[in-house]
């Protein structure tokens, strides 16, 4: 139960993410980063999806490993089970 309110708060603040990025101000970065981080523990497509972004685009890896050096510990902890192997 708790797991699908995780899931529905994550995909609302993606929704006003995507909608955040889409305006002049762009605050919808702050929401789609709050978005992954309800959704990368509780949605195994979301983390296989960040985990291939990641793989195939390095410049989207370094943004990523960039936010992660900058967050709390159990935040990091969330982005890091993103990380790829570069030797795969």
Do not use: H, K
């Not at 959704?39 to 943004?63: C, H, K, S």
């Amino acid at each position: 139960m708790i797991r699908l309110f995780l899931q529905g708060v994550g995909f609302v603040l993606l929704f006003v993410g995507i909608i955040g990025v889409l305006t002049p101000i762009p605050f919808g970065l702050f929401f789609l980063i709050l978005a992954m981080l309800f959704l990368i523990p509780t949605t195994p497509a979301v983390l296989r999806a960040v985990r291939n972004l990641r793989r195939r685009y390095p410049a989207f890896d370094a943004r990523m490993a960039a936010i992660t050096r900058r967050l709390p510990y159990p935040y990091r902890r969330v982005f890091r089970s993103t990380e790829v192997d570069p030797f795969l």
